[in-house]
C-alpha cells in the first residue's frame, strides 16, 4: 500500500477533535531524512496545541508500524494561505473573504465569497458591473465544477 495513504488514514485516526479534518498528507526528503507533513483545517480556529497532539500520536504509530525505517520528523499545520481549497468543508469559515476560483473548464472568477450550501458556493465578482442589488450580481459555482479555489490575502 502507499505509504502516503498509510500515513494518511493513520494521520486521521490521530484527529480526535470533531472540528478538525485531514487535508493533505505529503511525504518529502531522500531516503536519509524524510519529512512527513500532515496538513489539517477545522471548522473553527485551532491552535498548535491540537497540532502537538496530533504529530504526538501520530509519531507513535509510525515508530510502532516502522513504516518509515530511516530518520524522519513529523510536521502537523494548518495548510496555509497558499494551498487551495481541497474540500467543501473548509469554504465557510471564508465566507467574506475574497477567492480566486479555477473552474474544470479553466474559466477563472474572482470574487467575494458570499455563500455556501451543500454542492454550490456563492461569488460576488470582483470588477463587475454594479448592480443595484448584490443579489444579481452573485455567481453560484457548483463544488462539482471546481478545479481549484484558493483564498487571497490583501495586503
Same mark, same amino acid.
Given at each position: 500500500?502507499?505509504?502516503?495513504?498509510?500515513? #494518511? *488514514?493513520?494521520?486521521?485516526?490521530?484527529? !480526535?477533535?470533531?472540528?478538525?479534518?485531514?487535508?493533505?498528507?505529503?511525504? $518529502? #526528503?531522500?531516503? &536519509?531524512?524524510?519529512?512527513?507533513?500532515?496538513?489539517?483545517?477545522?471548522? *473553527?480556529?485551532?491552535?498548535?496545541? *491540537?497540532?502537538?497532539?496530533?504529530?504526538?500520536?501520530?509519531?507513535?504509530?509510525? !515508530?510502532?508500524?516502522?513504516?518509515?525505517? *530511516?530518520?524522519?520528523?513529523? !510536521?502537523?499545520?494548518?495548510? &496555509?494561505?497558499?494551498?487551495?481549497?481541497?474540500?467543501? +468543508?473548509?469554504?465557510?469559515?471564508?465566507? &467574506? +473573504?475574497?477567492?480566486?476560483?479555477?473552474?474544470?473548464?479553466? /474559466?477563472?472568477?474572482? &470574487? +467575494?465569497?458570499? #455563500?455556501?450550501?451543500?454542492?454550490?458556493?456563492?461569488?460576488?465578482?470582483?470588477g463587475g458591473k454594479q448592480k443595484k442589488n448584490e443579489k444579481d450580481a452573485q455567481? $453560484?459555482?457548483?463544488?462539482?465544477?471546481? !478545479?481549484? /479555489?484558493?483564498?487571497?490575502? +490583501?495586503?
Amino acid at each position: 500500500m502507499d505509504i502516503v495513504k498509510l500515513i #494518511g *488514514e493513520a494521520a486521521e485516526s490521530c484527529i !480526535e477533535n470533531k472540528n478538525i479534518f485531514l487535508v493533505d498528507v505529503n511525504v $518529502k #526528503g531522500n531516503a &536519509g531524512h524524510q519529512k512527513v507533513l500532515v496538513f489539517i483545517d477545522g471548522d *473553527e480556529s485551532f491552535g498548535i496545541d *491540537e497540532c502537538s497532539a496530533i504529530s504526538h500520536r501520530l509519531g507513535d504509530i509510525l !515508530e510502532e508500524k516502522q513504516w518509515i525505517t *530511516e530518520n524522519y520528523t513529523i !510536521e502537523v499545520s494548518s495548510p &496555509g494561505v497558499d494551498k487551495p481549497l481541497k474540500f467543501p +468543508r473548509q469554504y465557510p469559515k471564508h465566507i &467574506g +473573504r475574497d477567492l480566486e476560483v479555477v473552474m474544470k473548464d479553466k /474559466a477563472k472568477l474572482v &470574487g +467575494r465569497l458570499a #455563500g455556501v450550501d451543500a454542492e454550490n458556493i456563492i461569488i460576488i465578482p470582483a470588477g463587475g458591473k454594479q448592480k443595484k442589488n448584490e443579489k444579481d450580481a452573485q455567481v $453560484k459555482l457548483a463544488f462539482s465544477e471546481i !478545479e481549484k /479555489a484558493k483564498v487571497l490575502v +490583501r495586503l
